[in-house]
């Protein structure tokens, strides 16, 4: 399956809040002219396949949404794609701690990888990737201290993974059409996504 045109980063403490399955039902909404180029990301830290797949038990959401989340600590269970497959995920992302970690075997998960450095996209794209999100493209407030790369860094990236790269930080509905001219084939948001999730739909609407 293509790499999603656009990504939502679910906010952290996401697992927390109450409301978070409508702000999943609300998205799925807003970006069904998308279809399936639309996916959320969940994003949790030093979780275990059984605590995926319980929390994931516990939300509810759109059957047709893309769903992905951080990469399990316990991922060479022989088992644990087919578990999370099974419980709806379509998508593991390895965090910069898990970046150059070997992936050829990881099915039937796609699998997404960060990076920050377009000098390792081949690297990591050899590694075992379905997509590499490249980031930071501009400045962010998450990542203050960051030196955006710009387009001219993304496009590097893009020699190396033509067609696989997603662009993320700094990502705004004026500035998608940037990433895609660069080569980019989608964009990751956070914040927009979840309160102008509209504006960047009718941005990347002529994708």
Avoid at 20 to 34: R, S
Avoid at 52 to 59: C, D, I, P, S, T
């Amino acid at each position: 399956m293509a790499p999603p045109l656009l990504m939502a980063i679910a906010p952290d403490g996401w697992y927390a809040d109450a409301t978070f399955a409508d702000h999943l039902a609300a998205f799925a909404g807003a970006t069904e002219p998308l279809g399936e180029s639309a996916a959320v990301y969940l994003r949790a830290h030093g979780w275990s396949t059984a605590e995926w797949l319980a929390q994931l038990e516990r939300l509810p959401r759109p059957p047709a949404l893309r769903v992905g989340i951080s990469l399990p600590v316990d991922a060479d269970l022989p088992d644990a794609s087919e578990l999370l497959s099974e419980a709806g995920v379509d998508f593991v992302h390895l965090t910069e701690r898990d970046a150059d970690r070997p992936m050829q075997a990881w099915q039937p998960l796609q699998v997404s990888r960060v990076c920050h450095n377009p000098h390792d996209a081949r690297r990591r794209w050899l590694l075992g990737s379905t997509w590499l999100v490249v980031s930071p493209i501009f400045t962010t407030p998450s990542k203050p201290d960051a030196t955006p790369l710009g387009g001219a860094g993304l496009a590097v990236a893009v020699q190396s993974a033509p067609g696989r790269v997603i662009a993320l930080g700094g990502i705004t509905a004026g500035n998608t059409q940037e990433c895609l001219a660069a080569g980019a084939v989608g964009v990751a948001v956070q914040r927009a996504a979840w309160t102008n999730v509209e504006t960047l739909v009718r941005s990347l609407g002529n994708a």
